[in-house]
């Protein structure tokens, strides 16, 4: 008598139903595993996070206090100047990033090849945003010609027109080192991954109140941020985005220090 047969492999039961879908779609509820094709913003970030993996990636962490900040923050939002524009921590924090970069261009270039470094001119640092089609980094140009007050505007309006799907071609390509302000949403730390062909990536953790001792070892309210920077370790040494951070953290620690950069 033959043994009996070996039961067949269980197979999981995949509906083959396969759709078209957009961000909003994800989060459908369906009785049956269902293949979704993805199209537009969703299949680019296939490509290029699949590309990013190629990036041999150095992670760099650090805390910056914003206390200073925050009080700065307080009093420049009910400036006229603003009027209708929201006026929120990136455009410092963008500004700074700028104003670092002047230091230390080799974080706002590109690898070609495997011996030459394309660094550029402009500043075009991009953000992530939580888009209604889901993660899109636009950016913002020449940030190294603009005041904090232009920054905010540019950021208002590219905001406005990503959360309305408008924004062109030329809002969406040509950044040259990027931020994720992840911490707009919650966590404090992240682990970014690099928008290739750019070198560098930041990642801003939530404001939060924590103690902290002074100078005098008193413990003191402070807000705290916590920053989380990726670099291409191909061509950024730990060393280098080490001191990058600090110079960076010494602009938002002492925003007053920005003034100094005013045009
Ligand atoms: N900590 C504490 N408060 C923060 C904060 C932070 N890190 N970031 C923003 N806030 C505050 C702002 O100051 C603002 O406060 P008010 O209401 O008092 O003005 C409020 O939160 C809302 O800010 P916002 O998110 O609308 O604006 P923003 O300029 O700070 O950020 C944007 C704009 C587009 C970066 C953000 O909306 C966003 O999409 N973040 C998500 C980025 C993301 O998805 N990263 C992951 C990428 S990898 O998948």
Redesign the pocket.
């Known amino acids: 008598r033959s043994p009996p047969a070996a039961p067949a492999p269980s197979q999981p039961q995949v509906s083959t139903m396969s759709k078209p879908v957009n961000q909003q779609q994800f989060d459908t509820a369906v009785g049956e595993d269902t293949v979704i094709i993805l199209q537009g913003i969703k299949k680019a970030m296939v490509k290029s996070m699949t590309e990013a993996l190629s990036i041999p990636h150095f992670g760099y962490y650090d805390e910056v206090n914003m206390t200073e900040l925050v009080k700065l923050r307080k009093e420049l939002k009910k400036s006229p100047m603003l009027g209708e524009v929201?006026f929120?921590?990136?455009p410092v924090m963008i500004k700074a990033t700028s104003l670092a970069l002047k230091d230390y261009p080799v974080l706002n270039s590109s690898l070609i090849g495997e011996d030459k470094v394309l660094q550029k001119a402009a500043h075009n640092i991009g953000?992530?945003?939580?888009s209604p089609d889901g993660?899109i980094v636009p950016n913002i140009k020449d940030v190294q010609n603009l005041s904090i007050l232009e920054i905010a505007i540019e950021?208002d309006r590219i905001?406005k027109l990503g959360q309305q799907r408008k924004l062109g071609q030329d809002d969406i390509t040509g950044g040259t080192f990027s931020l994720?302000?992840?911490?707009?949403?919650g966590g404090t730390y992240a682990k970014?991954v690099i928008l290739p062909p750019q070198a560098a990536i930041g990642a801003?953790?939530?404001?939060q109140a924590l103690p902290r001792y002074d100078e005098d070892d008193n413990l003191v309210k402070q807000y705290i941020?916590k920053v989380s920077w990726s670099a291409d370790h191909r061509i950024v040494e730990g060393a280098l985005m080490a001191r990058f951070s600090n110079l960076w953290r010494s602009y938002l620690e002492n925003p007053s220090t920005l003034i100094l950069h005013m045009k």
């Open positions: 929201q929120t921590y990136m953000f992530a945003m939580d993660l950021l905001v994720s302000n992840i911490g707009s949403i970014p801003l953790g939530k404001i941020m």
